[in-house]
């Protein structure tokens, strides 16, 4: 597939800056190589702008998206299918999203359960093009949930030794558990469990003295499990438990330490810049110390740090302690060669040129240095080593801003030395605020936003989140801007440990801090094997420029024939849309491009050439990308005391705006009958439960595996724990959750076990009755001592999924709806606005657009506590340019 981005390869061809060769072969194979990927397969990036980063649980995540293509990072003029798949805690898909993308720019938002899991949820946002190349192209980005309602539990852990021998880890535990207000949690027993992913490792029961205290040790075995966990459950008045989850952390022995020279080698009697850089299996940075032949180090900032070190033999060692552990091992250096190649590079931003030197031994002595950001060449040239140096200056005017990657290469382009810089230039938007209007109570704020290119005027698109300041802190540090994820943690592969830390400024123990970085996470866009190959990405998944549904005709009765081919039409909606599709003899179909917000009904009508109507018709449902991902935990329990004690507060005024269809309101569901609703409930022959879930009206059940995650956080009272085959649900107020008895499961009416309920396809589930009070459930016995869960399928529903006749009538989940965020205005009285108002997001505008003055101007109302406001801004304009402010007004 080609794709012809005129715009973005005349760019990149105007900033090659090619000096002469005698030999152009190499030169021009890695050119016109990387001019077809710019032209052909312009790679994609997004970004996701959240209101804030911690939450309280039943709150809305606002968010909006762009997406960038191209080298020069254009708003995308490609792709118009943006996929928001939402993880929570524990790494499970809860929800996916369809953001309607256009001219780069998008909307939506979230909404987290009420009920659900609290931890670290995780985003991963994605175009079905950038699946064709890698998923570090992929945005990876997380926010905080906590359950503001959960102060009773607040457990303090701390791990005092780790040690690792005999293929086990042991650790040396002290655990203080307290309340919210301080008072220790007195002689109360815990259930303790480390976790690996769903595997369990360990289990025990812990006493706590008067004091809420407990000194305990454990062992797991030694292995490097990509998530670990510790789960810590407190049975709040004796039957109901309230969980907490820390992440576990690992024995030094497992940690991946890597010693990385500049350029690649260590030579003997060169000296070289000796990066390093220290994780854990899970990404976390790990702090170490240590010496190598004498000479001392320690890492800096997220694991990584630097020494420069002259090798005299060839096999060297590092001996590494842990500070906090005390841990020791030692650590061998990549083997240092007796000739051959070492780099430097100068990246001074104040001058005008990147200064590379290359110092050694190597024959033949032809070499080609290539310079090039995001597949742009920016610079090549060829030399040769005069008495064991080269030294090649490029202008600082030829490169663009983010990760430029330096390749010096053989003759016959085997690359020899990599390095990776980044390069800042003035290219950024220049954004100011101004604020008018006093922060009082309920008074109104006006804002004046102004953008400017290099002192010009400029147009552009940004989105607006101004948080109550004592409720919200600026979080950028740690969860990254839309300049760190733009133009870093896109490039690279691996975690970055607190991306938005190298942005804050441009001083120099900044700019260090991010050079370790490009010293230490060497990701190439491409193979050098590749490339002089002329092997091309190979290209598996379309660029989406709408809703596409795929399908299949097959023959009601096969015959030897088979099909001939034919026509399929669909209808959307009520007669909205009207389009048109052939098949082939395989009866495969696609209609693309369709343009509908959230399910709608679809009647698909196929005919044969050959057989007529005599004909089923399917629709081929796309797999999930992710169903789970690993889980990411914190290092201790954070309690963001201002987002607390509003919660309540905040609560109660989301409850007023709440879609009641999808949330149970402590058992008030409201739903208007219609003839299919009425159908259903006659099958119902145990009547309607106290909650009823519809799976219609859930965004993202596409990607759900099984009926429990329709249940997981929607119902109040209801825990759900999958552990791979093994299901247990527990309700609250009915049964014992220490008898462990798990309630009646019902599919269609009959009695099932909850193994069989895990095999049923949730896209096939037509609604679930949740029994909690035990006088409705008292007509199932004392089978119904511990609640009902009853599942009814489509089958037999007022729907028709099956195809009759050549005629399918189904529903098909288009683009999310964007809600609008509510920002009440106290210029006029109403019963609603009688409510105290404590929101934590005061103001959230996704789509602010500046004129040609490069101004806007804005208004809202703030709340009834909020003393100081934190207004952050990000965006871009129409050639891509980014820009961002932060601002507290008080």
Known sequence: ????????????????????????????????????????????????????????????????????????????????????????????????????????????????????????YQIKAYTAWMRNFDEAYFLSSSFVVVDGAAGSFLPKVDFKEISASAGQVKYQVEIEAVSTSGNPISNQTLELRALAGETQLHKQSLSLNGQGQASFSFSIPEKANPSQSLELTYFENGDYPVTQIIRLPYALKLADIQFLPEGGHLVIGKKSNVAFRAIDPDGTPVDIRGEIEGQGFSSRFGGLGKLEFTPTKADNAANITNPKTGETRSVSLPKADSRGLVVQVVNNPSASFVTVFI????????????????????????????????????????????INHITILSSDGKPLLERLIFVQKDDFLKLELTSSGPINPRGKIGLDLSSLFQNQPMEGSFSMAVTD???????????????????????????????????????????????????????????????????????????????????????????????????????????????????????????????????????????????KTFVDVSIIEPDAVFSKIEGEYPHQIVWPEGLAATFAERNLLQQMKDDQNILDLEGVTVEAKTIEREDEEIRKMYGTGDVTINPDKIPGTIAFTNVFQLIQGRVSGVQVFVSGLAVSVRIRGVGSANAGTDPLYLLDNAPVDAGTLLQINPRDVSSIDVFKDPARAAIFGAQGANGVIAVYTKTGSGMNYKSVGGTLVTKYGGYAS??????????????????????????????????????????????????RQLIIVEGMDAEGRLGRVVKVIE
């Open 1 to 120: 597939m080609k794709i012809f981005f005129s715009k973005l390869l005349t760019a990149a061809l105007f900033l090659i800056a090619i000096p002469s060769f005698g030999q152009e072969s190499l030169p021009e194979k890695i050119q016109t190589y990387f001019q077809s990927i710019q032209r052909e397969f312009p790679t994609e990036k997004s970004y996701l702008h959240l209101d804030k980063r911690t939450y309280t649980l039943g709150e809305d995540v606002w968010f909006s998206a762009y997406l960038l293509a191209g080298s020069n990072q254009i708003p995308s003029p490609l792709s118009r299918t943006l996929y928001v798949d939402i993880f929570d805690g524990e790494g499970l898909l809860l929800e996916q999203r369809k953001v309607r993308i256009e001219n780069g720019l998008g909307a939506g938002d979230f909404k987290i359960p009420r009920f659900g899991k609290t931890g670290t």
């Open 469 to 611: 300041a004592d409720q919200v802190s600026d979080e950028s540090d740690a969860f990254g801007t839309i300049f760190s994820s733009l133009l870093l943690t896109s490039d690279l592969r691996g975690k970055i440990h607190q991306p938005g830390h190298y942005f804050k400024n441009q001083e120099a123990e900044t700019l260090e801090l991010l050079d370790l970085v490009m010293l230490t996470h060497g990701w190439r866009r491409f193979s050098w094997d590749n490339v002089m190959a002329g092997k091309l990405p190979e290209i598996k998944n379309f660029i989406e420029r709408g809703i596409n549904i795929e399908g299949q005709v097959k023959e009601q009765t096969e015959t030897k024939k088979g099909l001939g081919g034919g026509k399929v039409n669909a209808i959307l909606g009520d007669g909205v849309e009207i389009v048109s599709s052939e098949f082939g003899p395989n009866g495969r179909f696609i209609f693309t491009e369709l343009d509908y917000q959230d399910s709608v009904t679809v009647t698909i009508t196929a005919v044969d050439n050959r057989v």
């Open 818 to 867: 964007p809600r609008e965020f509510y920002s009440p205005k106290y210029d006029v009285k109403t019963a609603e606005n009688a409510i105290t108002d404590s929101r934590a997001t005061i103001y959230w505008n996704p789509s602010i657009k500046t004129d040609a003055a490069g101004k806007s101007k804005l208004e809202f109302y703030n709340t009834d506590v909020a003393k």
């Open 359 to 402: 110092q050694g031994e190597y024959e033949p002595n032809s070499l080609l240095l290539v310079s090039q950001t995001r597949g742009v060449i920016n610079y090549m040239i060829q030399g040769v080593l005069a008495n064991g140096v080269w030294g090649v200056r490029i202008p600082r005017e030829n490169l663009i801003t983010g």
